[in-house]
Each structure stands twice: as structure tokens, then as C-alpha cells.
Antibody, heavy 125, light 107 residues
Framework: EVQLVESGGGLVQPGRSLTLSCVAS????????MHWVRQVPGKGLQWVST????????GYADSVKGRFTISRDNTKNSLFLHMNSLRPEDTALYYC???????????????????WGQGTTVSVS | DIQMTQSPSSLSASIGDRVTITCRTD??????LHWYQQKPGKAPKLLIS???NLQSGVPSRFSGSGSGTVFTLTISGLQSEDFATYFC?????????FGQGTRLDIK
């Protein structure tokens, strides 16, 4: 079964740091680009960051650039999001998501997001 | 940034109805437009990729069409399990952007 399981969320004070983790199973993790997408409960979806299969291509939303760092460890089928200088507006449910493609390109940037985890909640207050 | 305008924001319909949701972009995106379904308390699920490609396991009552800057998701013959929120998304260029969502509920 293809699965993504996130962990690491929690309640944190503004200005502090937190690291989210995601463990993948059921597919060849190092073949695909991976994303973090967040959602404020009852609201829409916001792209946070993308990393290509070999970590050579990375992108961030402007709202997190310089504060968040995405990384992956293909030997452990794991994706990470290191979040620094957290703000109340970062409060959301964070999803780990698999892409149908390999990398973050120019155009197109990526393909579609075909596997989603259940999310981990980050509260900044 | 590519702006996504999804309409309507909410929609009431009956079992068996045919419904259409529209997503407009303010730039051409070479059909890199995807549709997701999200049920309460659940993660989004990919229904259709690249405007019209139905994902494996998704019922054939779902279809996508469009090109350029106007795209549609059609559900033909609504079933009870289809009442959910639907989002469009472009992955043509970063930042990747989503529509604001269409909430589909039972009339």
C-alpha cells in the first residue's frame, strides 16, 4: 500500500523552530519529487515547498522562503521540513505529498500530487 | 503568480444531477491543471490530472476538460459519496497555486 505518514507537529511559540518528518512506503521514494502543502482548517490549500528526487531542485513559497528548509533522505524514504522563525500565520495542517514526476522544473514545474499523507498539525501561539 | 478563480464557491445538487465546476487562470498553463476532491477530515485526493486524465480508480462519472485558461470538472450522475469540496490546482509554474475550492452539498 502506498502510504505517507507525517509526524513532528505540535504547539510552539512564535519565533521558535520545529521539524516535520514524513516516512514513505509502498513506492520507490527516490524516483519522485515530494511536496509539503498546508491547510488552515476550513480553508484552502497552500503550497509550501517542493524537492526533486535527488534534492537538486528545490522551491519554496515566498511566505516561507528563508525560514523553512525542505530536505530528504532517500536511504530512509523520508522527507523533512525544518521550520524556523515560526509565525502565528504558519498555523495549519501540513501534508506530505508525492508528485507524479521526478523534479521541480521551470515549465512545467511539476506534475500532479497523487499521494497525500493525513497531515500533522502545527500551531504557533 | 498565476491566479486561480474557481466557481462557484458552493453548490447544492441532488443525487443523479450533473454538475460542473469551473476553474479559470489568469495565464495559460499548457493544461497543467489538476482536480482534487476533499472530504471532511480527510486529505485531498487526486481525481484528474493535466486537465482531462482520470486517475486510476476514480469513477468514470468524473471528467475534466478545457484548455488555455478555462477548465471544467464535470460530475455526471451525482452519488452520495461525491458530496465534498473540490479544488483545482496549476503546476505549470511556481508558486504552485490552488483554487479556493467549491463545496458541493446535498440539496
Amino acid at each position: 500500500e502506498v502510504q505517507l505518514v507525517e509526524s513532528g507537529g505540535g504547539l510552539v511559540q512564535p519565533g521558535r523552530s520545529l521539524t516535520l518528518s514524513c516516512v514513505a512506503s509502498g513506492f520507490t521514494f527516490d524516483d519522485y519529487a515530494m511536496h509539503w502543502v498546508r491547510q488552515v482548517p476550513g480553508k484552502g490549500l497552500q503550497w509550501v515547498s517542493t524537492i526533486g528526487w535527488n534534492s537538486n531542485t528545490i522551491g519554496y513559497a515566498d511566505s516561507v522562503k528563508g525560514r523553512f528548509t525542505i530536505s530528504r533522505d532517500n536511504t530512509k524514504n523520508s522527507l523533512f521540513l525544518h521550520m524556523n522563525s515560526l509565525r502565528p500565520e504558519d498555523t495549519a495542517l501540513y501534508y506530505c505529498v508525492k508528485d507524479k514526476g521526478h523534479s521541480l522544473g521551470g515549465v512545467p514545474a511539476t506534475f500532479a500530487m497523487d499521494v497525500w499523507g493525513q497531515g500533522t498539525t502545527v500551531s504557533v501561539s | 503568480d498565476i491566479q486561480m478563480t474557481q466557481s462557484p464557491s458552493s453548490l447544492s445538487a441532488s443525487i443523479g444531477d450533473r454538475v460542473t465546476i469551473t476553474c479559470r487562470t489568469d495565464q495559460t498553463i499548457n493544461n497543467y491543471l489538476h482536480w482534487y476532491q476533499q472530504k471532511p477530515g480527510k486529505a485531498p485526493k487526486l481525481l484528474i490530472s493535466v486537465a482531462s486524465n482520470l486517475q486510476s480508480g476514480v469513477p468514470s462519472r468524473f471528467s475534466g476538460s478545457g484548455s488555455g485558461t478555462v477548465f471544467t470538472l464535470t460530475i455526471s450522475g451525482l452519488q452520495s459519496e461525491d458530496f465534498a469540496t473540490y479544488f483545482c490546482q496549476q503546476t505549470y509554474t511556481t508558486p504552485l497555486t490552488f483554487g479556493q475550492g467549491t463545496r458541493l452539498d446535498i440539496k
